[in-house]
């Protein structure tokens, strides 16, 4: 086989996970078995790359750690450090390849510590500035482990040709990591247009099924609601009129909870208005402290300044509320909520960060979908309401969080003006 057939092997069997990929996770979220997937899929392919690996100059050629690399990029910690083990344990129980099983390690923990930026990073361009990057890492490594090797037994004529095999495999090595890479955005992408699909669909059936609750429930609440109004007017006993009463307030009570979930549903800004962002929160933070007083945690606001925007106030406090109370739910005995607020560069930030239970990454990925919940009573509504709200407003939410460490959720919203400096208040347990 030529040297050039011997390269396209090896391309085309890295680029085969990419494909498969492509093939089986249409639409699907990644889960436990995919990952599981992912591992095996690129131990495999990192395997059947060393096993066909070809033999210029006395040493072999392959791309034994594209598929570790890209291990790390797509499946996550956990996925690349699978692979890296095989990788290790076969060179050390099988191939006795001392080179490679440092290659390997030494990589790993490159690619695990650039996997975290690289995964949290929407710009492509710093993606393939880390992929390049990680490749270029890794090539360089391959030469330096081959270097003595290669150059010791070499004359002046062989050496062009190493110069010219060299810069094919280089060549070839990287668009191939650049390719698989291409592969993996547009499976991520069209997974994500048909998410977002899903969850339009599933919005839409909530609007509909409050829409119907609210027409059909809300009448007929309100006749009855009536007749014990006229029937509690014309009660001659006085434990009657009692039971009238609880029966009525029973009533609003699910009046309410109707109203409640329309709103929910169907969150819309009405009144919009000038509104002061602390002045808000000063307000819910009074209104949650006796909760976050139960609960043990502490409330803490801090801002220096009054910042305004233009909104719906009501909707704007409900964002808020949704928010702390998702944080104060998800510290578990003692805690502290932070908020802080800033404007920066014509925006208004706000930020709250609890020290709660936090979020994997999975769950991360979650969040703010609709009937998303990991609590008994949950309902999964209020953080899909509080994102659509914020994006009506124009605004943006950023959620940062770490398992067992804590969550920040960042707003962003444009400023209506630049306000004065007004103080800080604290609201304490
Ligand atoms: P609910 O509060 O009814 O569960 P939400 O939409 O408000 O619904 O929240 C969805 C899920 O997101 C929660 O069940 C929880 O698992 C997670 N979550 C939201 N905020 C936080 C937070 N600050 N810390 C940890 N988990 C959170
Ligand atoms: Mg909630």
């Known amino acids: 086989m030529l040297v050039a057939e011997k390269l396209l092997l090896q391309v085309l069997i890295v680029l085969t996970p990419g494909f498969l990929m492509s093939l089986f996770y249409n ?10 997937f992912l591992a095996i899929l690129h131990s495999t392919v990192a395997l059947i790359c060393m096993s066909v690996s070809y033999f210029e100059f006395q040493v072999p050629w392959d791309f034994r750690y594209i598929p570790l690399i890209l291990s790390f990029l797509y499946g996550g910690a956990r996925v690349g450090w699978v692979v890296t083990a095989v990788l290790v344990g076969f060179n050390f129980f099988y191939a006795f390849d001392l080179a490679t099983i440092l290659t390997s390690i030494v990589i790993a923990v490159v690619s695990h510590i650039m996997s975290m930026k690289y995964q949290f990073s929407r710009s492509r361009i710093t993606k393939i500035a880390i992929l390049l990057a990680l490749a270029f890492f890794s090539l360089f490594l391959k030469f330096l ?65 409050a829409a119907s609750i609210a027409h059909e429930v809300r009448n007929p609440l309100t006749v009855v609601k009536g007749f014990l109004q006229l029937m509690r007017e014309d009660s001659k006993r006085e434990n009657e009129v009692e039971y009238y009463n609880l029966a009525l307030s029973e009533l609003e009570r699910a009046e309410y909870i109707v109203t409640d ?26 209104l949650l402290t006796p909760l976050a007083l ?20 009501y909707q704007f406090k409900q964002v808020l509320i949704n928010f702390i109370k998702n944080s104060i739910e998800a510290i578990n005995g003692e805690g ?33 979908t609709v009937y998303y919940t990991t609590k008994k009573e949950g309902t999964g509504l209020g953080t899909m309401v509080s994102f659509q709200l914020i994006k009506q407003m124009g605004g943006k939410v950023t959620f940062y969080s770490r398992e067992g460490v804590g969550t920040d959720v960042q707003i962003s919203l444009p400023l209506y003006m630049n306000g004065r400096t007004v103080g800080a208040w604290r609201v304490t347990p």
């Not at 002061?276 to 000063?282: D, E, L, P």
């Not at 139960?294 to 106030?313: C, G, P, S």
């Not at 802080?340 to 969040?367: P, R």
């Open 336 to 368: 502290k909520i932070n908020i802080k607020v800033h404007q920066s560069k014509g925006l208004a930030y706000i930020k709250i960060s609890d020290n709660g239970k936090g979020m994997s990454q999975e769950q991360l990925k979650q969040v703010g």
């Open 261 to 286: 979930y329309l709103d929910f549903a169907k969150p819309k800004l009405n009144k919009i208005e000038v509104v002061s962002v602390t002045k808000c929160i000063q307000e819910v933070v009074s």
């Open 27 to 36: 639409g699907k979220r990644m889960s436990n078995s995919s990952t599981w």
């Open 294 to 313: 139960k609960e043990n945690v502490e409330l803490l606001a801090i801002y220096t300044e009054n910042i305004d925007i233009k909104t719906d106030r």
């Open 145 to 209: 482990s081959i270097a003595d090797e290669l150059f010791i037994s070499l004359e002046s004529t062989a050496m062009i040709l190493l110069m010219n095999h060299m810069v094919f495999y280089f060549i070839a090595f990287i668009l191939t990591t650049l390719f698989s890479m291409l592969l993996y955005e547009l499976i991520n992408e069209k997974n994500r247009i048909l998410g977002e699909i899903i969850q339009k669909e599933r919005q839409n059936t909530v609007a509909e099924l």
